[in-house]
């Protein structure tokens, strides 16, 4: 602790005195994409409070977003960095859908399917743009298990709209002429949630595609995955300072974004009972499945006790075994506080995860893989959510419990 201390300061006085890096204007701010091989949870979770833009974590190696200054701290503290090249001109073309397009995708599925589409909104952002929401059922009555998927918490994470899209698509084209498709239609309610960070996404989308843009537009921007109300701010898993990526707000819920879909979810409990049982909250990029609690490295805690673990362990690795990512607790990654997933299990006890969608790492293209992509990575993720619709009755049914 100490000689990472002295190296830090060494660091800083070397920055402080070296007129190149210290005074400098623009482009010595500019951050670039590294890797870092061979890193432990615990370093992780060091360099994360450091206030360092981690991009995704695969195994040992973390790829982080850092300023040269920040480069040199991090060199100096004895890391490892490889500079990952700019993505090509070619690579940058998208047809990743703006938000308008995704309002208009949510609309379109409700004319082409009325019987078993609604759209309706979640609510605003900060600046005022609706929060769209599908809501897919069919024949059936009678309580039906909810599930809800949600994309695009993070603004440059774009691939997970398209994951929300192409869901909404394959379960409305798909009902009537896939059988396990409309079966899950009729018995479960299913809410899509394509653009949770509607103002995020379009800041991005103006930068060209390409600013890097995570937070909402609040102010300096919340992190809206750190803003989250179970043990918000708790364990260092979060910022309290306004510039860090992971700047969690200035209150559990401060921001319209996440208040509005709490609000949602708190109003499907009826009659005393939350009727959403599962969820999945998708992100890019890592390629991992991950289950509750971030807070904490310890798989049973307070709120999970030994069969829910190994429920959300079993499950999850099932999930991870279809799509081929890596399945592990959050935690396993970094420390994390007021995260969703933490609070939709702590408070509601809904079967809650994350999914780190495509790529690994910066080679396939970071957050901004090419849109040939799209199609492939989407359905990828296809038996998973099927098997998580399934288990929407009884998730614990997966380690041979009844509920
Ligand atoms: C992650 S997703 C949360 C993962 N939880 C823990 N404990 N690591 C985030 O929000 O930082 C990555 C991402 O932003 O996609
Ligand atoms: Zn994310």
Redesign the pocket.
Known sequence: MFRRRLAVFLAASLLAFTPALGSSAAPNDQPSTYEISGTTQPQRTAI?RMGID?H??HGQVMTVGVTPREANLLKVAGYRLTLVPPPSREELANKYHSYTETQQAVKDAVTKYPAIAQASSVGQSYEKRDIPILRLTGAGTGDKPEVLFNCN??AR?HLTAEMCLHIIDRYTSGYGSDAEITKMVDSRIIWIIPMVNPDGIEYDNAGGGQRGW?KNRQGPGT?L??NWGFKWGCCG?SSGSTSSE?YRGTAAFSAPETQVLRDFVNSRVVGGKQRITAHI?F????E?V?WP???TTADTTPEVNADQAKTFQTLGRNMAATNRYTPE????????DG?I?DWMWATHKIWSY?F?MYPTGAAGGGFYPPASVIDRETARNDAAVAMMLSYADCVPRVIGKTC
């Open positions: 994360a981690i995704a974590v918490q993070h994470e995570r992190d995955n750190r898993g992971t909250d992100h890019t990029y890592s991992l991950l609690m971030g807070y607790q959050s935690s396993d990654l970094y420390i994390t995260s997933i994350t780190e």
